[in-house]
């Protein structure tokens, strides 16, 4: 990765240094070009104005120390003077795109390349009013002289700057990768070292999810640890019981009771079985494949309360609903799982002539809530936090003798968590506990 992101910086750097040379050397060369017209436009001008060249017949002027070449063409094309080369020698000029531009506009310019001496040959051409176009000449690099002239700094230049762009990027990369490879190291390390603030949430991300996947881990461990041994109990017995009565150990009276007792077992097993079930499809159901529907939960704490009023009776428990129409959006089995669990609890964990009410009512703002309290033995404070984990029992040997798996309030949150409802328990151990699940606001047109 380091090699990689060096690569890629030398590169760039290496493109940038390139491109910057060919650029600024057209630009210069543009600049150059238009100066070079420009200063043959001032001497056509002046020398123009001095009259010299009015006068065919009589010129004064021979010069040609410096390279400029002044040429005098005839209204015909001929050459009539040329101060840097023998007249006779030169063919008619009316065709050169200078004089023609001089003929029709009165000045004109033109540039011709020379490419075996690497220099552009600049003219400009003025009308004079004897009809006669005069021509200055100058000759300059063009562009490729130019840029090879300037090829051994632009080399020395790329080569500093590579050096140090290595350098740099070095130091770069480095810190940038630097938390990785201490993540990579140890990634349950808080303090890693992030040279730039905007990697600490990536950083922070990675840790929690990390953090996350750990925990979920051990929660499924656990989870397995405690599901086999869960299994085992009940199934102990059965096996126990089956042996005994394989072996002709059991009277006909024992047979009764030990049948009595496989059968209590296996539904304890089933019990535990479908709660598990029931459990990891929760786990894995998305609420893209859960059906949301508009429900009033009264009807169905009815139901729930019809439901389980025989088993209050063997409990010796009064159950009974009170509140109102309550509309909330959630899915049906859930609610009826949810309803379920909270009333067989309050039964099962209540005193032989207490009592459950159901509740259902509406918040001020039109949030339903469903409520079930009981006075039954409740639960003291330590506990309170951890009766929603799997398998986490207050009293083991109560639930187990009443039935209980020790999953149906890690159920119940699942449910509350995947129907964006609240949560809230009031309990007091030796008075009774209060579970409130609050739903969100139900939109009018939904
Ligand atoms: P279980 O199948 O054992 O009842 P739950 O997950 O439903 O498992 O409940 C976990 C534990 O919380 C129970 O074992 C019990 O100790 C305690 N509990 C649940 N509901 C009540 C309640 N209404 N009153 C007192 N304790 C309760």
């Known amino acids: 990765m380091k090699r990689k992101i060096n690569f890629q910086f030398i590169s760039i750097t290496i493109i940038a240094i390139v491109l910057s040379t060919v650029l600024s050397t057209a630009i210069n060369y543009t600049v150059l070009k238009k100066e070079v017209i420009d200063d043959l436009k001032i001497y056509a001008l002046t020398l123009k104005g001095t009259g010299i060249f009015d006068e065919v017949e009589d010129i004064p002027y021979h010069s040609n120390t410096n390279n400029l070449r002044i040429t005098l063409i005839a209204q015909d094309g001929s050459v009539t003077f040329d101060n840097n080369a023998d007249i006779r020698s030169m063919d008619n000029h009316d065709n050169r795109a200078e004089v023609e531009q001089a003929r029709k506009q009165g000045e004109g310019h033109s540039v011709r390349r020379s490419a075996t001496l690497g220099k552009n040959t600049f003219y400009y051409s003025v009308l004079l009013d004897n009809g006669y176009v005069l021509r200055v000449a100058k000759e300059s690099r063009n562009i490729t002289s130019v840029f090879v002239s300037s090829l051994p700094f632009t080399v020395a230049i790329v080569l500093v700057l590579v050096i140090l762009c290595v350098i740099l990027a070095h130091f770069l990369t480095q810190s940038i990768i630097a938390p990785i490879e201490q993540m990579a190291k140890d990634i349950d390390n808080k303090e ?43 199934l102990t017995a059965i096996s126990g019981y089956a042996e005994l009565i394989e072996n002709g150990m059991a009277t006909d009276e024992d047979i009764i009771r030990f049948a009595g007792e496989i059968h209590q077992n296996a539904n304890r097993l089933l019990t535990l079985i479908n709660d598990i079930i029931r459990l ?57 799982e949810l309803l379920y669990n909270l009333c067989d609890n309050a039964i099962r964990y209540n005193n032989k002539g207490g009592q459950v009410y159901v ?13 079930v309290q009981d006075t039954g033995i409740g639960i003291s404070k330590e506990h309170q936090e951890r009766i929603f984990e799997r398998f986490y029992r207050v009293d083991k040997s109560r639930s187990k003798s009443t039935g209980g798996t020790g999953l149906g309030l890690a159920i119940v949150k699942h449910i509350v968590v995947q129907n964006h409802a609240k949560l809230e328990l009031e309990s007091e151990q030796g008075k009774g506990t209060r579970i409130r699940v609050t739903f969100p606001t139900v939109s009018p047109e939904s």
């Open 359 to 371: 509740r259902l009512g509406n918040s001020p703002e039109g949030a339903g809530w469903l409520e």
């Open 280 to 336: 990891s499809e929760l786990d894995v159901s998305t609420e893209e494949c859960l059906q949301f529907e508009k429900l009033d939960l009264f009807p169905m704490a009815q139901n729930c309360v019809d439901m389980l009023q025989v088993n209050a009776e063997n409990h010796q428990v009064k159950i009974g609903l009170q509140g109102e129409r309550c509309l909330v959006t959630a899915n049906r089995e859930m609610m009826n």
């Open 192 to 234: 890693v070292e992030c040279v730039y603030k905007e990697l600490r949430p990536f950083v922070s991300m990675i840790q929690s999810q990390h953090d996350n996947i750990v925990k979920v881990a051990d929660m499924r461990q656990e989870f397995t640890a405690n599901i086999s041994h869960e299994l085992k109990t009940p």
